[in-house]
């Protein structure tokens, strides 16, 4: 069997060249042109223009197909369940419920992780900074960060090496994530200040519970601690639910 090699760039569609990196042109129909042969394609002539008032941009067909994998991720539903498992190392926080049913903030400790998997010797004091998303359920909060994440590494052909939000497809409108989590940005990780991305539960959500806890729901509540049995959790009870209203997931989803 040949190894599979990853295709660096089509052949050239005017001289059909293979022997050197071809550029997509997104404004015509994705066709492939080596460097002599763009510019003398009728649409990249000197002064043409394309829709947006602009020349026709050389793209990296690597980077362009590593975007499309973020926007519209093409994957088995077995593997976006995989991702959503190793994405739960991420939980910074979240909201749960104790044995008598009051509410509970979780504390998975990745904050402290983060800073300290990161710390080395020759640093001091650190100051971590904090950017928060928060919008509506289906806003593409989690698409924004993954794609400041992975932007660092967009040609590398496996994909970001970093941890990085699971995006879904446009179709799927149930929030991905259920609490919040915590993202390091890598061009600053070993930095005096480090950016930290947290990536928060849509809002308007509802009572419904995020894809990500159903998957762990089936047989226990969520966040028992059987559930979560392979991360440490700190159980801190939320004093100020205390009414029917404050008790319920969406309020504290909001509050937070
Ligand atoms: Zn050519
Ligand atoms: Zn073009």
């Not at 499309?68 to 077995?78: G, K, M, N, S, Y």
């Amino acid at each position: 069997m040949d190894e599979f090699v990853f295709p660096r760039s089509l052949p050239c569609q005017t001289c059909a060249t293979v022997a050197e990196t071809t550029f997509t042109c997104i404004q015509c129909n994705n066709l492939a042109f080596c460097d002599a042969c763009w510019s003398k394609w009728i649409l990249h002539i000197p002064g043409a223009v394309g829709w947006n008032g602009k020349p026709h941009e050389k793209a990296d067909p690597r980077v362009v197909d590593r975007l499309r994998q973020i926007l519209e991720p093409t994957r088995t539903e077995q593997e976006h369940e995989a991702e959503l498992l190793e994405d739960q190392d991420t939980t910074w926080f979240g909201y749960g419920r104790d044995a008598s049913n009051h509410p509970q903030l979780y504390d998975y400790g990745r904050f402290a992780a983060i800073v300290a998997e990161t710390q080395t010797e020759q640093m001091g004091e650190r100051y971590p900074q904090l950017a928060s998303f928060i919008g509506e359920t289906g806003a593409g909060k989690s698409t924004l960060i993954k794609l400041l994440i992975d932007r660092q590494d967009l040609a590398s052909p496996q994909g970001s090496k970093y941890y990085s939000p699971v995006t879904s497809s446009n179709q799927d409108r149930i929030s991905t994530t259920g609490d919040v989590h915590l993202y390091a940005d890598p061009s600053t990780l070993y930095a005096t200040s480090p950016l930290l991305f947290v990536d928060c539960e849509g809002l308007s959500g509802g009572e419904a519970a995020p894809k990500q806890l159903r998957q762990t729901q089936d047989s226990q509540s969520s966040h028992s601690t059987a559930n979560y049995s392979r991360r440490y959790a700190t159980p801190r009870k939320i004093e100020w639910a205390q009414t029917p209203q404050t008790q319920r997931r969406e309020f504290a989803v909001g509050q937070l």
